[in-house]
C-alpha cells in the first residue's frame, strides 16, 4: 500500500510539474509595479565599503517550499538583494543543511530543529536571525474525512516519525483521537506529492506548512483540520512563542565576508519588512515564487502577518528557544527525541542584527503596520487595504 501511494504521487508530482512548476515566459508576471525604491530603503542604514572581492562573491542562499521563508524570495524580486550590492543565487532545495556543512552554501532558510541537530555533529552554521516564531504547519484532511474520528484507519502523510513530534500529539489530543500511529496508515511523502496524492484520492490526509493547505482548500478537495506551532505557551499572540525556522549562517563565510554577512542579514530584515508594508504584492512574489495561484499567495500572507500574528520576524531571543525545547517536554516525548542544544552561544548570535542597523521589530510594527494592518481584520478587510496600499485597481486584481 505504502509504496503504491508513493509511486502515485511521483507521477503527479511530475505531471504537476508541467502545470505549474515551470515558468512560461510568455505569460505577464503577477507581480505589479508598486511604490517601493529599494536603493532608498538601503540608503537609510550605515554600511561598511566593500571589498573588490566581496563585490564579485557570488553568494549562495538557500530555502524550501514552504511559506516560512518567503523572505528569501522577497529579496530577490523586490531588488533588495541588488541595491545592497550583493550577488545573491537563490535556489529552492530540501538539502539547505548539507550544503552549509560542506560550505557549498552560505545562508539558508531552515527549520530549527534540522538547525539544532547539524550545529550538535559539528556543521559550521550558527543562526543569524530568526525568521519565523511559532510555525504555523496544518494537519489537512480530504472532503471525505466528516470528523476528526474518520481518520482513524486512514493513509495519513504525517510522517513515520510523527509520534514522536509536538506537533502530532497536540494534534491527536485536541482532535480526540489516538495518538499511536499504528491507529493510521502512515507515509512519508513530500509536501507537493500530499497535495497530488490527496486531490487524486490516493491519501486521506498530510501535515505540511503553506501554500498547500491553502492551496488545498482554495481548489475545493479538502480542509485545514487543525493548526500546530512550533510552540506558542500563550494565550497572547504578541508573546510566548517558541520558533520554527532561522536565517541561519556558515561560520567561515562570516569569517571571510563579514560586510557580506551584515547586509545579508540587512537584507533578510528589509525583505519581512516589505513583507508587512506591500503585503499584495509580496503575495504575488509567494505565488510566483512557489507556482501557485495568487490567491493562494493572498491568503497565505494574511496568515503570517495578520490571522496568526506577526510571527514572521527577524528579532529574537532566548526565551524562543527554551519556549521551543519546553514543547517537547509538555508533551513526554521522550529525552533522546528532543533538540537540546549543547552549547546555545555558539548556535545563536544577535551581532549582525545588532550591527547592520536594522531596527527593533516591534517598533517598526507598532508604528508602521498596527494602524493600517491590525490583528483581528478579516481577510476582506485586509485585502481591500493591501490592495489600496500598492495602489491595485480592481481590475488588474481581478486579472491575477
Known amino acids: 500500500m505504502k509504496k503504491r501511494i508513493i509511486a502515485m504521487s511521483l507521477v503527479l508530482a511530475m505531471m504537476a510539474a508541467v502545470v505549474v512548476g515551470c515558468t512560461d515566459s510568455s505569460k505577464n508576471t503577477v507581480i505589479q509595479e508598486v511604490d517601493y525604491d529599494p536603493t532608498v530603503e538601503v540608503a537609510k542604514y550605515e554600511l561598511g565599503e566593500l571589498s573588490a572581492g566581496d563585490k564579485d562573491f557570488v553568494i549562495q542562499l538557500g530555502y524550501r517550499d514552504c511559506d516560512h521563508m518567503v523572505p528569501s524570495i522577497i529579496g530577490e524580486k523586490a531588488g ?15 538539502k539547505i543543511m548539507e550544503a552549509m556543512s560542506s560550505g ?6 531552515q527549520g530549527i530543529e534540522g538547525a539544532i541537530k547539524s550545529v550538535n555533529q559539528g556543521a559550521p552554521l550558527f543562526m543569524a536571525a530568526a525568521n519565523h516564531l511559532g510555525g504555523s504547519r496544518y494537519l489537512v484532511v480530504s472532503n471525505d474525512i466528516k470528523e476528526p474520528k474518520d481518520l482513524i484507519g486512514k493513509t495519513l502523510a504525517i510522517g513515520s516519525g510523527a509520534e514522536t513530534r509536538p506537533e502530532w500529539r497536540n494534534w491527536a489530543e485536541e482532535l480526540d483521537i489516538p495518538v499511536g500511529l499504528e491507529n493510521y496508515e502512515v507515509v512519508d511523502m513530500g509536501d507537493k506529492d500530499k497535495v497530488f496524492a490527496l486531490k487524486a484520492g490516493q491519501l486521506d490526509a498530510f501535515s505540511a506548512c503553506d501554500p498547500y493547505g491553502s492551496m488545498v482548500e482554495f481548489e475545493g478537495f479538502g480542509r485545514i483540520m487543525a493548526t500546530g506551532w512550533g510552540a506558542h505557551v500563550s494565550d497572547n499572540m504578541d508573546e510566548g512563542w517558541g520558533i520554527c525556522c532561522i536565517y541561519c549562517m556558515n561560520n567561515d563565510f562570516l569569517n571571510d565576508h563579514p560586510e557580506l554577512a551584515k547586509r545579508l542579514v540587512l537584507a533578510h ?51 524562543n528557544l527554551d519556549n521551543y525545547i519546553q514543547y517537547f517536554y509538555d508533551f513526554e516525548i521522550p529525552e533522546e527525541e528532543i533538540p537540546n542544544i549543547n552549547d546555545i ?11 547592520c542597523g536594522i531596527e527593533d521589530f516591534n517598533t517598526f510594527i507598532k508604528e508602521n503596520i498596527d494602524t493600517n494592518f491590525p490583528i483581528g481584520d478579516t481577510y476582506e478587510e485586509w485585502l481591500v487595504k493591501a490592495k489600496a496600499v500598492d495602489g491595485i485597481e480592481e481590475s488588474t486584481a481581478s486579472n491575477n
Do not use: C
Open 80 to 94: 533588495i538583494y541588488e541595491a545592497l550590492g550583493l550577488n545573491v543565487v537563490v535556489t529552492k532545495t530540501g
Open 104 to 109: 557549498e552554501m552560505h545562508v539558508g532558510y
Open 269 to 319: 530584515a528589509l525583505s519581512i519588512k516589505y513583507l508587512y508594508e506591500h503585503p499584495y504584492n509580496a503575495s504575488m512574489m509567494f505565488a510566483e515564487g512557489f507556482g501557485t495561484a495568487p490567491e493562494v499567495g493572498l491568503k497565505t500572507v494574511y496568515m503570517k502577518t495578520v490571522a496568526e500574528g506577526r510571527t514572521i520576524t527577524w528579532k529574537f531571543s532566548e526565551e
Open 345 to 355: 552561544q555558539k548556535f545563536m548570535s544577535t551581532d549582525l542584527l545588532e550591527t
